[in-house]
C-alpha cells in the first residue's frame, strides 16, 4: 500500500498479538476485494485488512456500486488468516455480519442483519458485505469486504435510492478507527469457529430476528415481490420462507434480494 500517514496505526499496535494487526492502509483505490484477491492463498498475507478512504472502483452483490464519499465510509477487506472447507464458504458472510454488528452495538449503533448480506438502521441500510474467495479442490481462501457508512456528507440523501444510513445519525462521536479495531477484535474470536456453519447459522438466526420475520423479496426476472415469513437459514445460505397460503421454500441468495 502507498506509504504516508497512516491513520489506522494505532489499531494496528493495539491488535499486536493477534491474527488481525497487520492493516495496510490506501487513501485511495479501486476496490479492496480487488486489492485483496491475489493475495488470497498467500500465508504472508494472512489476517491482513486493506483499508481505503475512497473506491473509485468499490462493488456489492451482483456488480451493484457502492458509492461513498472520501473519508465517509469504513471501507475494508479482512483475509481470513487460514484455509477453510470449500463447503463452508456459504457461512462466511453471515459470521462477518455478526462480527460488524456487535461491533456496531458496541459504538453505539444498534443495527439489524437483514439477509442475506446487509445491515439496516432504522430500516435503512448502514453496511454491507461482499466476500471474495480463492478455491483449489476441497480447500478455501476468503477474503471479507465490508462497507460501513459512518460520517453522513451533504446530499447523501439525494444521491442514492433508497436512501441510506449513517452511523453518526445516532452516534455522533463514532470514530472509524474504534469500529475497526472492535470488528477485528471480534473476528479474531469468530474465527476459531469457521469450521462450524450450523452454530454461525444459528447465531446469525437468533440475532436477526427468525423465525416469524417478515420479509419482501424480488426473485431475479420477477416483476413484483412476494411477502413471506422467514423460518431459518439453510445450508448454503438461502432463506427457508413460508408463504402466506402456507406453503414453504428455499429462497436462493444467488437468486433473489431483500427489499427494505
Not at 86 to 115: D, K, T, Y
Not at 135 to 164: C, F, K, L, S
Not at 169 to 179: E, G, T
Not at 231 to 249: I, K, M, N, W
Amino acid at each position: 500500500m502507498p506509504g504516508g500517514h497512516q491513520p489506522f496505526a494505532a489499531v494496528s499496535r493495539e491488535l499486536r498479538g493477534t491474527r488481525f494487526s497487520d492493516i495496510r492502509y490506501a487513501e485511495s483505490t479501486g476496490s479492496t476485494n480487488a486489492d485483496a484477491a491475489p493475495l488470497l492463498g498467500d500465508e504472508s498475507a494472512y489476517g491482513a485488512t486493506i483499508v481505503a478512504d475512497v473506491q473509485t472502483q468499490g462493488a456489492g452483490r451482483k456488480g451493484r456500486t457502492w458509492i461513498a464519499e472520501p473519508g465517509s465510509s469504513l471501507l475494508m477487506t479482512t483475509i481470513l488468516p487460514r484455509s477453510m472447507p470449500a463447503s463452508h464458504l456459504w457461512v462466511v458472510p453471515f459470521g462477518v455480519a455478526i462480527c460488524v454488528r456487535r461491533a456496531l452495538v458496541l459504538n453505539g449503533v444498534q443495527a439489524e442483519m437483514q439477509w442475506p448480506n446487509d445491515l439496516l438502521l432504522d430500516g435503512k441500510k448502514i453496511a454491507g458485505i461482499l466476500c471474495i474467495s480463492r478455491v483449489v479442490g476441497d480447500r478455501a481462501w476468503v477474503a471479507a469486504g465490508v462497507g460501513i457508512n459512518i460520517h453522513r456528507m451533504p446530499g447523501a440523501d439525494t444521491e442514492i435510492t433508497p436512501p441510506p444510513a449513517f452511523a453518526d445519525d445516532v452516534a455522533p462521536s463514532i470514530d472509524r478507527a474504534h469500529l475497526l479495531r472492535d470488528i477485528l477484535l471480534n473476528y479474531e474470536v469468530w474465527e476459531e469457529t469457521i469450521d462450524m456453519p450450523p452454530r454461525i447459522a444459528r447465531v446469525w438466526e437468533r440475532q436477526a430476528g427468525l423465525p416469524g420475520k417478515p420479509y419482501r423479496i424480488l426473485k431475479d426476472g420477477a416483476t413484483e415481490p412476494v411477502d413471506v415469513t422467514a423460518l431459518s437459514l439453510a445450508t448454503g445460505g438461502g432463506l427457508f420462507v413460508q408463504h402466506p397460503d402456507g406453503t414453504r421454500e428455499t429462497i436462493s441468495l444467488a437468486d433473489a434480494r431483500a427489499l427494505r
